[in-house]
T-cell receptor, first 109, second 113 residues
Framework: KNEVEQSPQNLTAQEGEFITINCSYSVGISALHWLQQHPGGGIVSLFMLSSGKKKHGRLIATINIQEKHSSLHITASHPRDSAVYICAVCSNTGNQFYFGTGTSLTVIP | DAGVIQSPRHEVTEMGQEVTLRCKPISGHNSLFWYRQTMMRGLELLIYFNNNVPIDDSGMPEDRFSAKMPNASFSTLKIQPSEPRDSAVYFC???????????FGSGTRLTVV
């Protein structure tokens, strides 16, 4: 069983659509990260969350610690948002890091 | 700031050879992380350092892998001897604190033939 589960695995959207990517985890955590990996391979850290909600431009990340669930939302999606989005958590025991398998997003013009 | 700098960008080597990957973190960052990404296993944390000290190396797959951080501005990941199954993209990342938003390097694509 994976400690971090993401859904959906693949997502295709029309430009302008509102997008939600979900992440559920099974361990106690000290922080959750959302990463973005573009087709060229580079990885960008989007958010680090330990509670509540964060917003950066068209991206919003939320976390519910009690439910062990986080969501990444993209408003007014654009083709340049096409990437793989990876959820990662740092456990609060032993400082272990666990990664989801990623959600591949394609935004069509 | 030039960001996290990794070298080389690409490395092709023969099985059995020693491979050394290098990382220069962002100046002032005191946490450094080495990751490996493959199609089969996705992204995995290999080891991370706080203030140049290895904190958790439980992700290092075998004794053939070793990592050092002799000072705050340089780290190496060494594989000796290399095997074809080590072929992957190896990323280095640094952050101000362990959980404070990471900056990733561009990665080193390693191919062991």
């Amino acid at each position: 069983k994976n400690e971090v589960e993401q859904s959906p695995q693949n997502l295709t959207a029309q430009e302008g659509e509102f997008i939600t990517i979900n992440c559920s985890y099974s361990v106690g955590i000290s922080a959750l990260h959302w990463l973005q990996q573009h087709p060229g391979g580079g990885i960008v850290s989007l958010f680090m969350l330990s509670s509540g909600k964060k917003k950066h431009g068209r991206l919003i990340a939320t976390i519910n610690i009690q439910e062990k669930h986080s969501s990444l939302h993209i408003t007014a999606s654009h083709p340049r948002d096409s990437a793989v989005y990876i959820c990662a958590v740092c456990s609060n025991t032993g400082n272990q890091f666990y990664f989801g398998t990623g959600t591949s997003l394609t935004v069509i013009p | 700031d030039a960001g996290v700098i990794q070298s080389p960008r690409h490395e092709v080597t023969e099985m059995g050879q020693e491979v050394t990957l290098r990382c220069k973190p962002i100046s002032g960052h005191n946490s450094l992380f080495w990751y490996r990404q493959t199609m089969m296993r996705g992204l995995e944390l290999l080891i991370y350092f706080n203030n140049n000290v290895p904190i958790d190396d439980s992700g290092m797959p075998e004794d053939r892998f070793s990592a050092k951080m002799p000072n705050a501005s340089f780290s190496t990941l060494k594989i000796q001897p290399s095997e074809p199954r080590d072929s992957a993209v190896y990323f280095c990342a640094s952050s101000l604190q362990q959980n404070y938003g990471y900056t990733f390097g561009s990665g080193t694509r390693l191919t062991v033939v």
